[in-house]
């Protein structure tokens, strides 16, 4: 059921309320689960990301694929692993410690992720999930699920996606199942979530953030990011043990303003400033190794007004730090979305319980 | 330079030790002009989180735009100084 536009505006009324305090950090601070959790999250600030699109091969072809928009798509592969490994050796001395690699499908290139991750320990490899990435790779592996399987095989065109993806990746631990809601799937995750929950699957989310030019029928409209939104909070609920997600996770990601008009995105490709943060480290390697500063987000070929991806958010959210640190509920929202992040992208970290069961405005916004 | 600086310097380098967990340097042997982003390798989110700490301490406001200008501990004092004297 869609939310209607008086009941988006008595929420944004009701956090601007709670925003009038002036609070110091240190009485933020003053809580104990909200020290226990600063504490638990800060110890991972020295995360420096770069992407790597490893291949440009993929074994489907989905509809508003990112990787076959733009020029990247057409960059000769580098095969040669040691090639890679003098690449990662050279990130390092860079100063980046988390890689993503992605592709088109990182998983036709096994021998590639293996000399990665030899060379840089953290990071998270973005897959279809068809093809099993072998165990030695201890990246975090992110499955990317698009409604149910017929929807996927009328977008993607692949039979029995999930089943396959389950076999492929039940019981690992690197795996975290990410569901794209678009316009048209997004009833489809209740049935989705319950097969995902049943095979004690663990699940994320993403939003449908449409390729610059495109104005097909999986784009969002107002009502249907208030619509997920709903959705996303009533699963949260119903599945606390298997969904790796917030309340505010669901505000940052469903609010009428993408994630530049809400946060300004720090990628180099919208932040032409090089003196700090990703504006100053983060690269977007093509798979020819060659990158270009005006092109480099963690979802090229975007288009940037509609950017609400999960990649994306996770930096630039978490990077905001100070402006959340201004309202203990609003900080306890931000503490949510970064324990989330952390639990999504890197190996061995566990997510606990999330601070803030109400959903926060973003700095300056109200919460629609 | 003032004694009241000198105090402020002294402060930055405490609180940039402690809350990032700076191992072997002390306060009074930090060198207040080495360059924080490309020689101790801070990042945006350890200098939000120093600028939170010492915003609380000192009772001003530090804009985030102002974090690039932010780069050696002798700049922050300044900083700090500036805000106190408006």
């Known amino acids: ?368 | 330079m003032t004694v009241e600086t000198d105090k402020i310097v002294l402060r930055v380098a405490e609180v940039m030790i402690e809350e990032l967990k700076l191992e072997d340097v002390t306060a009074d042997t930090f060198d207040p002009e080495v360059d924080l982003v490309d020689e101790v390798g801070i990042d945006s989110m350890d200098l939000a989180t120093v600028a939170l700490v010492l915003q609380d301490e000192y009772g001003i406001r530090i804009d985030e735009d102002d974090y690039p200008k932010l780069t050696t501990v002798r700049r922050i004092a300044d900083y700090i100084q500036n805000k106190l004297n408006e």
């Open chain 1, 1 to 368: 059921m869609y939310v209607s536009d008086e009941s988006r505006s008595s929420a944004g009324e009701k956090s601007i309320e709670k925003s009038q305090k002036k609070w110091k950090f240190s009485e933020i601070l003053s809580d104990p689960a909200v020290k226990e959790r600063w504490e638990k999250v800060r110890k991972y600030f020295f995360l420096r990301e770069s992407t790597y699109d490893v291949t440009g091969r993929c074994n489907i072809r989905c509809e508003g694929c990112y990787y076959y928009e733009g020029e990247k798509q057409f960059a000769e592969e580098n095969r040669d692993p040691e090639a890679w490994r003098s690449l990662m050796k050279a990130e390092k001395e860079r100063g980046i410690t988390f890689v993503v690699l992605a592709g088109a499908e990182p998983a036709l290139v096994p021998e590639l992720c293996r000399v990665c991750y030899e060379e840089m320990p953290l990071g998270t490899i973005a897959s279809n999930g068809l093809k099993q990435i072998p165990a030695d790779t201890g990246y975090k592996i992110h499955i990317s699920v698009w409604g149910n399987d017929s929807s996927s095989l009328r977008v993607r065109g692949a039979d029995n996606m999930l089943i396959r993806q389950i076999r492929n990746y039940k019981d690992d631990p690197r795996a975290v199942f990410v569901y794209t809601f678009t316009r048209q799937n997004m009833d489809e995750i209740h049935e989705v979530m319950e097969i995902l929950a049943a095979e004690n699957c663990k699940v994320t989310f993403n939003m449908f953030s449409a390729p610059v030019g495109y104005s097909g029928y999986l784009r969002h409209t107002p009502e249907s990011l208030l619509y997920c939104r709903e959705t996303m909070l009533s699963l949260l609920r119903k599945y606390p043990d298997h969904l790796l997600y917030s309340p505010y996770n669901a505000v940052a990601h469903t609010h009428r303003l993408g994630l530049h008009d809400l946060y300004g995105c720090s990628y180099p490709r919208m932040n032409p400033s090089t003196d700090l943060g990703l504006g100053r480290s983060f690269r977007q390697y093509r798979s020819d190794l060659g990158w270009d500063r005006a092109a480099a987000c963690c979802v090229p070929d975007t288009d940037c007004p509609d950017c609400r991806h999960y990649a994306s958010g996770s930096a630039v959210v978490t990077a905001r730090l100070f402006r959340h640190a201004d309202d203990p509920l609003r900080f306890r929202s931000w503490l949510d979305y970064t324990d989330t992040y952390l639990a999504v992208w890197v190996m061995g970290y566990e997510k606990g319980e999330n601070l803030c069961e109400e959903p926060i405005a973003p700095p300056g916004q109200d919460a629609a």
